[in-house]
């Protein structure tokens, strides 16, 4: 019987250089896919698995990602009085309980490894999820569970510690940290090796890291030591190369869509397919796109 995962580190910390203008004074996590920040996609998908506790790792000029986890008192008042119920509700339906967020700073952009090790305090001697707020996945097909449910999934199963991946052309792999497989479970799989940013034509297969991540509390006292890596980055990845000398790693073939709304195509991309997906929006959106690619 495995721990359950409860909670769950959201690193918001980074400048988000990619979308500059836009990300200038608004964090890049707030940014709308639809009518919702990124973040509380990730954040819904994270509440779909059952997380309970939310830590965001943010840093400064992010005060915003605060506000919107909390109450706001004017604006909830506001609707009542006018009769907004359904606003209302939306709104209160979104909000995570008193008690179940909370926010720590990474002092200086040092890493995503950095990042999670801030989280360590909050975290305690438990399992826990890890979420790149980057990265927004949409269930499909049969399957009702988003990334970090498919990962649950795979952790009571194999318990350790699992990682979701995703298939790119061979071309792309040096962008991302990327696995070596070993023994196939057919939707999970053993990992053999990491490695984070490879150079061209080195990578061990196509299976990129795509952004969700559950990990046992060991990590820490790694990250805690080790070296910079890609980028001058202290990297999560080089984290977990240590860690799985003592410990299971396996990885999570993600059944769904992963939209990286960090790439302005990823951006619009999933702007696009979360809107197809709503009732209200698809039937004319569609005639939109169809006027504008004639
Ligand atoms: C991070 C991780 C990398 C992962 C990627 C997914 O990189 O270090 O392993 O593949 O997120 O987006 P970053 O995007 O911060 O360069």
């Not at 909390?70 to 209160?92: H, N, Q, S, V």
């Not at 949409?138 to 795979?154: D, H, P, T, V, Y």
Request: proline fraction near 4%; charge should be negative; aromatic fraction near 6%.
């Amino acid at each position: 019987m495995q721990k359950r995962i409860r909670k769950a580190v959201f690193p918001v910390a980074g400048l988000g250089t990619r979308f500059l203008p836009a990300t200038k004074s608004v964090p890049k996590e707030m940014m709308t896919v639809v009518d919702r920040p990124v973040l509380q996609h990730v954040v819904d998908e994270a509440r779909e698995a059952g997380i309970e506790h939310f830590i965001f790792v943010t840093g400064r000029g992010k005060a915003v990602i605060e506000d919107h986890f909390d109450m706001a008192f004017e604006l909830e008042a506001t609707l009542k009085a006018r009769g907004k119920e359904k606003e209302y509700a939306a709104l209160m339906a979104d909000l995570p309980p008193a008690g179940a967020t909370s926010f720590t700073r990474q002092q200086a952009p040092l890493g995503l490894g950095h990042a999670v090790w801030c989280a360590r305090e909050l975290i305690g001697d438990e399992p826990f999820a890890v979420l790149l707020p980057d990265m927004i996945t949409m269930a499909s097909g049969a399957r009702k569970e988003r990334c970090l449910g498919q990962c649950i999934e795979a952790y009571n199963t194999h318990g350790g510690n699992i990682i979701a991946v995703e298939e790119v052309r061979m071309e792309e792999t040096h962008q991302y940290g990327v696995v070596a497989t070993g023994a196939d479970h057919g939707h999970s799989f053993e990992i053999t090796g990491m490695v984070e940013k490879p150079a061209k034509g080195t990578a061990p297969s196509n299976l990129i890291i795509s952004g969700r991540y559950i990990l046992e509390p060991e990590i820490f006292n790694i990250l805690e030591h080790v070296e910079k890596g890609a980028g001058g980055e202290i990297q999560l990845t080089d984290g977990m190369k240590i860690l799985a000398q003592t410990q299971s790693f396996h990885g999570v073939r993600f059944d769904g869509q992963t939209y990286d709304t960090g790439s302005k195509i990823g951006f619009l991309s999933a702007n696009i397919a979360f809107a197809l997906q709503r009732a209200d929006l698809a039937p004319q959106l569609k005639i939109e796109i169809a006027k504008l690619l004639k």
